[in-house]
Structure formats: structure tokens, C-alpha cells
């Protein structure tokens, strides 16, 4: 008598690929792309109504806001730099390290006098879990329109008033207006709170009502996910990242080709990498055409 097949004897299915065989979002790799992108960053000029384009970083307690800057200035400069402090340690326990308005620069070399950039980066105080703890809305609202100067030390309970601060810059010009917004969200954490939520989408709402043009900015891609970890280009194959990028576009209204995943530098990654660089000058990149379409939009 001959063998009897069994269901039993079929081997075990394999799991799921955790991959794409196909990245999702068209994106290139290699040396001269990060050359052409830094080309691009490096030429750039601003049209005669500005003298720099401002982009402001907002989002929740540690998810890499502080980080980003070091990161793109890293990128630009082609060498570690460390110009913001950062947040250390669990995103969902932390309160904001920052507390005070800063404008980050980029160096252009070592000239004297010293010679920047047409980009600058406002971070602001982390947006947290309460009613009376991050920074006010009211304050990024004032920040948005450019009257809050430099050093302002943020009060959660107190919004900048325009009758009796030195910070209160009462007549801004388009310089000191907000370009373009990013919120900043960390793939590496399970959820946001209902009350951030909420306070996203009022600094999103006022924004609107601006015309600033938004995007967002995705760290943490690493950690996130073992199949970017082992490789960065694994980015727009991975599963995982994909179904974060849906859930916080749907989350936060930002469309998800808006959505920009990066890998920070951080302590434990001295060297630089090509590969973090691209998706990082790729982020910029789209960050000035965005810029520059709100400058022609409020310069007509």
C-alpha cells in the first residue's frame, strides 16, 4: 500500500514578508544623488522679498525636533555638528528640553564676518499631554506670524503678551514670518495623546488660515523598524513605516506624500552616511520649494 498524504505534511507556511518587493515612494540612492541634493541646498538663494527662509519645527515631547537641526545641519555642512540640545531618554515620559524660542543657523565655513545659509530653524517648546503644560498654542500661533523674538522663554499658562514683553516683536516683516511648518513625530512610539492631538490640530488650523504651507517629518525610522535598521534604503519597502505614515496622515491631516522619514544623527552615530543624508537633504529640499511657493503666494 502505497503512502498516504497528510494536510499534516505540508511544510509550514512562511510568514509574511515584512518588504515590499517594490518601494512605494520612487527615491534613488547613492553618492551623486546626495551630491545633486546638496548642490541644490547649497545654491539656494532667496528671492529679493526675504533674506532667509523660515521653518519651524513643532510636535510632541522628543520625538527629534532639536535632533532634525543637528541632523540637517550635519548633512549640509558634511561633518558632525551639534548645535541644538536634545532630549534624552523615553518620549513618553519626558517633559520638553526646550523651553525657550531658539533660531538655529548653518555656517557657511569659517569667514569672518561670518557668512549663513538662507535657512533657519525656529524650535520651539514640545507640545505635552495637559492643558496647562507645553508650550500655548496662542505662542506658536505668535511665532507663525513672526512676533516673537529670539530668547522667549515659553509659559505654558501664559501666552507672550504684546503690551509689556521685550520679545514681542509688534511689526514683523515676511523675514520674520514662518516659511513653512513640520511637525516632527516619532515612528517609535505606540500612540500620541488625545490632548496633543488636539493642539496639533489647532497650530494646523491656524496655519491653514495663514497659507503656510505644512509637512511632516518622520523619525526614529530606525528604531521603529528592524528591517531599516538593517539597512536605511529599506525605508519605503517597509510595511511597518508604511502603516505608520497612513495612520499619523490620517491622524494629523498632513497628506503622506508629505510625510518625510528620516534617521537623525545621534550619539551612537558619529559617522557620517550617505544614505541618512539623502533622506534628510531630500526633506529640506522639499521643505524651500514649499517656501518659496508661500513667499510668491503672500509677495503678489
Known amino acids: 500500500m502505497g503512502a498516504i498524504w497528510k494536510w499534516d505534511s505540508l511544510p509550514p507556511p512562511s510568514p509574511p514578508s515584512p518588504t515590499l518587493r517594490q518601494p512605494w515612494r520612487d527615491v534613488k540612492w547613492g553618492k551623486p544623488v546626495k551630491d545633486d541634493l546638496l548642490r541644490f541646498v547649497e545654491n539656494y538663494q532667496c528671492g529679493s522679498e526675504v533674506t532667509h527662509i523660515r521653518i519651524m519645527l513643532y510636535g510632541p515631547v522628543a520625538t527629534g525636533k532639536s535632533s532634525f537641526v543637528n541632523s540637517a545641519t550635519t548633512a549640509v555642512l558634511g561633518r558632525m555638528a551639534?548645535?541644538?540640545?536634545?532630549?534624552?531618554?523615553?518620549?513618553?515620559?519626558?517633559?520638553?528640553?526646550?523651553?525657550?524660542?531658539?533660531?538655529?543657523?548653518?555656517?557657511?565655513?569659517?569667514?569672518?564676518?561670518?557668512?549663513?545659509?538662507?535657512?533657519?530653524?525656529?524650535?520651539?517648546?514640545?507640545?505635552?499631554?495637559?492643558?496647562?503644560?507645553?508650550?500655548?498654542?496662542?505662542?506658536?500661533?505668535?511665532?507663525?506670524?513672526?512676533?516673537?523674538?529670539?530668547?522667549?522663554?515659553?509659559?505654558?499658562?501664559?501666552?507672550?503678551?504684546?503690551?509689556?514683553?521685550?520679545?514681542?516683536?509688534?511689526?514683523?516683516?515676511?523675514?520674520?514670518?514662518?516659511?513653512?511648518?513640520?511637525?516632527?513625530?516619532?515612528?517609535?512610539?505606540?500612540?500620541?495623546?488625545?490632548?496633543?492631538?488636539?493642539?496639533?490640530?489647532?497650530?494646523?488650523?491656524?496655519?491653514?488660515?495663514?497659507?503656510?504651507?505644512?509637512?511632516?517629518?518622520?523619525?526614529?525610522?530606525?528604531?521603529?523598524?528592524?528591517?531599516?535598521?538593517?539597512?536605511?534604503?529599506?525605508v519605503y519597502q517597509s510595511k511597518h513605516l508604511l502603516r505608520k505614515m497612513d495612520a499619523f496622515s490620517s491622524t494629523v491631516g498632513i497628506p503622506i506624500n508629505c510625510i518625510f522619514p528620516i534617521k537623525n544623527y545621534s550619539e551612537g552615530n558619529n559617522e557620517k552616511d550617505e544614505d541618512m543624508d539623502t533622506l534628510i537633504l531630500t526633506a529640506l529640499k522639499h521643505m524651500l520649494n514649499f517656501a518659496d511657493d508661500f513667499i510668491d503666494s503672500v509677495s503678489d
Not at 93 to 106: E, G, L, N
Not at 154 to 164: D, E, I, K, V, Y
Not at 176 to 202: F, W, Y
Open 82 to 234: 551639534i548645535g541644538a540640545g536634545t532630549n534624552r531618554g523615553d518620549e513618553r515620559t519626558q517633559r520638553s528640553y526646550t523651553t525657550q524660542y531658539k533660531v538655529h543657523k548653518i555656517r557657511r565655513g569659517r569667514e569672518v564676518p561670518r557668512v549663513y545659509y538662507p535657512v533657519v530653524f525656529n524650535d520651539i517648546m514640545g507640545l505635552e499631554d495637559g492643558e496647562e503644560i507645553g508650550v500655548c498654542p496662542q505662542d506658536i500661533d505668535l511665532v507663525m506670524k513672526g512676533h516673537v523674538k529670539e530668547g522667549y522663554h515659553f509659559n505654558p499658562r501664559h501666552p507672550l503678551s504684546p503690551t509689556n514683553s521685550e520679545f514681542y516683536n509688534p511689526c514683523p516683516n515676511l523675514s520674520d514670518r514662518v516659511h513653512v511648518l513640520v511637525c516632527v513625530l516619532s515612528a517609535n512610539v505606540p500612540g500620541i495623546p488625545t490632548s496633543i492631538i488636539q493642539k496639533m490640530k489647532e497650530v494646523r488650523e491656524r496655519a491653514h488660515q495663514l497659507g503656510i504651507p505644512q509637512v511632516a517629518i518622520l523619525t526614529n525610522i530606525d528604531s521603529a523598524c528592524p528591517e531599516t535598521q538593517k539597512d536605511v534604503q529599506n
